[in-house]
C-alpha cells in the first residue's frame, strides 16, 4: 500500500519533471473558476490517500458527484446537509484535541509513522457550499470556525485539509485563512486579482498569474509551496473509469480482515 508519509504524486511540471507534494503536516487550498480542475486535484489525492496504509478519508461534498466514488472507502462522508458537516467537523476537532493530549502525555510534538495513529484526509469541495450557501448565518459561521480550527491545528495531529473553492474573495477566504495553508493551488482565473487572492499579494505582477492559463488548459495551474516561489503545474488527471477501479481496489484491500481492526467500520470518533 501506499502511505501518506509518502510524497503524493499530484502531475508535471512545465519540462514534463514530475511533481510530488508532501502532505503530511501540510494542508491544500486549490482555488479558481469553475471547470479550472480543482475537483480534479482533488480526486487525484483522494486516490493515493484511499490507497494509503492507515488512512481515513472524510469528505464534504455538496455536489456529491465529485468525491462521490471515494464514499465506500471514506468513514464519512458529507453531502448537502450542513447538520451533518458541522457535527463531522466537531467530531474531527475531537479526535484532534484527544491526539494533542496523547501527544503531550508522550513528550511529543507531532506524530510519526511508526506511531501507528491513522492519517486523516480532510476533503472540502467546496468551503463556500458550506460556509456561504447553505445553513443559516450561524451554522456558515460556525462550518468557518471549525475548517479554521483543523487547518491551524490538525497539521501535527495527523489531519490533513484539502480545501476547494471557486470563489477565491476575501468573505470566502479571509487572509488568515488562506495563509495557513501550507499549500496554495491556484487554477484558471478571470482576473490576476483573484489569483493575487489565492497565491498572495503581489505575485501577478512577478509574472506567476492564473489569469493567463487558457480556459481550454484544465488541470494547469500554480502550486506555491509556504515560502517558496509559485510553480506551474499540470495535475494527473482520472477519468471517472479510473477512479472507480482505484476506489474498488482500495475497498478491497481494505476489507475487514478480522486481524487488523479494519478502517471504515470503527468510525472517526474512535480513532485514537
Ligand atoms: N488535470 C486535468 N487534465 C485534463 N483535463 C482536466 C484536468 N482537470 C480537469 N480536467 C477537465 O476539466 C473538467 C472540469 O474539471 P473540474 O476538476 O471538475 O473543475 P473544477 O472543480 O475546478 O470546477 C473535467 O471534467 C475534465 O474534463
Ligand atoms: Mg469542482
Redo the contacts with the bound molecule.
Sequence with gaps: MLSMFDPVFL?IDEFGAPVYLELIYRNVLAA?E????????LNTIAAHAALSDNTRLVLFDGKLV?LGMWEQVADAFVGPDIDHALTTLRRLQQVMNNRYAWLRAHGRRKIARDDRLSVIVAMVDEIAYYSATIGTEQQQKEFAALLRDLVARGRAAGVIVIA?T?RPSFDIIPTSLRDIFGYRCA?RCTTSNSSNIILGQGWAEQGYNANDIAPTN??AAYLLAEGGIPRRV????LTDTQIAAIADYAAWIRRPTGIHTPAGTTGIATAA
Aim: no cysteine; charged share 15%.
Design positions: 502531475g479558481g469553475p471547470g479550472g480542475g480543482k475537483s480534479g486535484l465529485e476547494a471557486q487554477f484544465q488541470g499540470k495535475v494527473a488527471y
